[in-house]
């Protein structure tokens, strides 16, 4: 007996916990009655019936226990009526017995009810759409035709590539103007900074994409505004030697002295050393000489100095000049250096001559101008130190034409391309020079 009452003592405890554990929160009330059932299940009702979707769900209600029968469109409505029955004074309890329809008519008849709806918003605003339809037309028209005037673009710009870029940048700002204007008379001035800022991603995108185009083009920009060169100058750039054909949007075109077409993309033309060899008419050319070491020096330069000044195409001034530029193993190098006026004189047709013309004086004069050799010491000890043969006088030599008709040839080629291909070409002499 005394084991039995000791299980029941023991039971009754787990019992009641388990009973209050399954209990819900919260009091229920002892008035509970059909009366206050039904006005809860009339008040659910009623606002079921204001919203769209729930036309084949049922309502009961027993107790405080709301009872929720019937089907949806999607399983999302049927979610939202534990919120909107759980809001209502007097529900103990939800059933949720609601499922999502597989009619299919049912099912689209709310997407074709939103679309007659929105159809029907679209034939109500029409006339206002046409209206900020044609407002951003004309703006935009207004923007074009004078974006095609000639002037004041032409006469603002310093060239046609920089003009044209006037005229794109009046056609954007004016068709800008005309969304904002349109979209202001259709109240909805927030999509625009949704659009600017979709339109500023995009562009950030495609700029870090075509990085390199966008650099060649801002080259282009700055190079056709303050010119480097002329069509027809001789330059070096990044190596490459030749005369300037012409600067397009993209590339500066050369020719070379063999006749072939170079293509420099401008970003690289920018960023590189640039020779220009024709700005100045003024051209020297140097020469180097090796006179032995038991040459008179003195004499040496003489004879280089008044044999380059008497060359018909060196210029008096700048005048020429000789001095002494290296010391060797055996020889002692002399530098010559001579002006010409390089539209009329070739550099490397004065550069030969001169150098033809000093080689015979020296030679003349009796200069000893001897390769690298060896001193050889004989047996008695001594050095051969006999001196050198003694000079003839230096032979009469008619100078050869040195006339810059190679250079000539070429700006001729130049020139006809140039003609046939009068679009594209940034270079304007008008333009300012660097």
Wanted: charged letters at 20%; glycine letters at 6%; one cysteine or more.
């Amino acid at each position: 007996m005394r084991l039995i009452l000791a299980l029941l003592l023991a039971v009754l405890p787990l019992t009641a916990i388990a009973q209050t554990v399954d209990q819900p929160d919260g009091t229920i009330a002892v008035t509970d009655s059909k009366q206050q059932d039904a006005a809860i299940a009339v008040r659910i009702r009623a606002i079921l019936a204001e919203l769209d979707g729930y036309e084949d769900v049922t309502v009961a209600v027993s107790s405080g226990i709301v009872t929720l029968r019937g089907t949806t469109v999607d399983t999302s409505a049927a979610s939202r009526l534990n919120e909107i029955a759980r809001r209502v004074e007097g529900v103990v309890a939800i059933k949720n017995e609601v499922h999502e329809t597989t009619d299919v008519v049912e099912r689209l008849n709310p997407a074709m009810q939103r679309f007659r709806a929105r159809l029907v918003q679209f034939v109500a605003i029409l006339p206002l759409l046409s209206i900020a339809l044609l407002v951003f037309v004309l703006i935009a028209a207004a923007g074009f035709l004078l974006a095609r005037m000639k002037q004041p673009w032409d006469r603002i710009a310093p060239n046609l590539f920089i003009a044209d870029i006037y005229r794109q940048a009046v056609r954007l700002i004016f068709a800008i103007s005309g969304v904002v204007v349109a979209l202001d008379l259709l109240g909805a001035t927030a999509l625009l900074s949704t659009i600017l800022g979709a339109a500023g991603i995009v562009g950030l995108a495609i700029g870090f994409a075509v990085r390199d185009t966008v650099e060649n083009f801002i080259a282009s920009v700055l190079l056709s505004v303050r010119q480097p060169f002329r069509p027809n100058d001789t330059v070096e750039i990044d190596g490459d030697q030749g005369k300037v054909i012409r600067l397009t949007s993209r590339a500066t075109i050369l020719l070379s002295f063999d006749g072939n077409h170079i293509r420099i993309p401008n970003s690289t033309v920018f960023k590189s050393r640039i020779v220009n060899f024709s700005r100045n008419d003024e051209r020297r050319f140097l020469l180097d000489f090796g006179v032995g070491y038991n040459a008179d020096l003195a004499r040496a330069q003489a004879i280089l100095l008044e044999t380059v000044q008497s060359l018909p195409f060196t210029l008096v001034n700048p005048a020429p000049a000789v001095w002494i530029e290296t010391l060797g193993d055996s020889t002692v190098g002399l530098r010559v250096a001579g002006w010409i006026a390089q539209h009329e004189t070739s550099i490397q047709l004065a550069r030969s001559e001169a150098a033809r013309m000093c080689l015979a004086a020296l030679t003349a004069a009796g200069v000893p101008m001897p390769e690298p050799t060896y001193r050889i010491v004989t047996d008695s000890g001594k050095a051969d130190t006999s001196p050198p043969k003694s000079g003839r006088a230096a032979p009469e030599m008619e100078v050869q034409e040195v006339s810059a008709t190679a250079d000539a040839e070429l700006s001729q080629i130049i020139d006809a391309e140039r003609k046939e291909q009068k679009d594209g070409d940034l270079l304007s002499h008008a333009a300012p020079e660097e």
